[in-house]
């Protein structure tokens, strides 16, 4: 069926650095490929997404890749901050459908 | 958590005992959804309506049942069947994309205990 795996579960980085969550989806007719940041007890909150005629977009600090051949998609967060904290979805789904197949989560911490 | 309401934050339930957990939307989405989220995974699927007065199982349905009577209000019922109901329930509802692609937007969540 279709499946999304999400890497890594956890991730560490000190304020300032980098953050890359990577995911690969099963389904090759994905179309459409959302992330979510979720805050403790509330639900989750789109970020960013991006659909399978651009391979890249940005919106400030975040930007998302797709390699739509290898079935990857990407989230980049640059210059980390404190408030970034939180865990993060990808999803997949094909157009017209409506249903997003999410992946299992990354919680990142940034430590001041 | 833009015009999506979920109600209430926290719902107990007793063994045996059905509860319904509300979802209102006032975006004039036509498709709504419901989620469950358990500690360490992602959302799974219980049901989706596109329409109303018509919905599709998601994967996992058993011990839970919908109803879509009206546009803005998609109601989950946690039936006695549901073994396991210890549970946050997210409710979404889509805008069509403008390109392609569904975009979900997501309420607070009702948090779901067992007595």
């Known amino acids: 069926g279709e499946n999304v795996e999400q890497h890594p579960s956890t991730l560490s980085v000190q304020e300032g650095d980098s953050a890359v969550i990577k995911c690969t989806y099963s389904?090759?007719?994905?179309?459409?490929f959302p992330w979510y940041k979720q805050e403790l007890g509330k639900g989750p909150q789109l970020i960013i997404d991006?659909?399978?005629?651009?391979g890249e977009k940005k919106d400030q600090r975040i930007a998302v890749t797709l390699n739509k051949t290898a079935k990857h998609f990407s989230l980049h967060i640059t210059e980390t901050q404190p408030e970034d904290s939180a865990v993060y979805f990808c999803?997949?789904?094909?157009?017209?459908?409506?249903?997003?197949?999410f992946g299992q989560g990354t919680t990142l911490q940034v430590k001041p | 958590d833009g015009g999506i309401t979920q109600s209430p934050k926290y719902l107990f339930r007793k063994e045996g005992q059905n509860v319904t957990l509300s979802c209102e939307q006032n975006?004039?989405?036509?498709?709504m959804y419901w989620y469950r989220q358990d500690p360490g995974q992602g959302l799974r699927l219980i049901y989706y309506?596109?329409?109303?007065?018509?919905?599709q199982k998601g994967d996992i349905a058993e011990g839970y049942s919908v109803s879509r009577e009206k546009k803005e209000s998609f109601p989950l019922t946690v039936t006695s069947a549901q073994k396991n109901p210890t549970a946050f329930y997210l409710c979404?509802?889509?805008?069509?994309?403008?390109?392609?692609?569904?975009?979900?937007?997501f309420g607070p969540g009702t948090r779901l205990l067992v007595l």
């Open positions: 991006i659909r399978s005629n651009v």
């Open positions: 979404a509802s889509t805008s069509p994309g403008t390109s392609g692609g569904e975009t979900q937007y």
């Open positions: 389904d090759s007719a994905s179309n459409y």
């Open positions: 999803a997949a789904s094909r157009s017209n459908t409506g249903k997003l197949i």
């Open positions: 309506s596109q329409i109303v007065n018509d919905f």
């Open positions: 975006l004039n989405h036509d498709a």
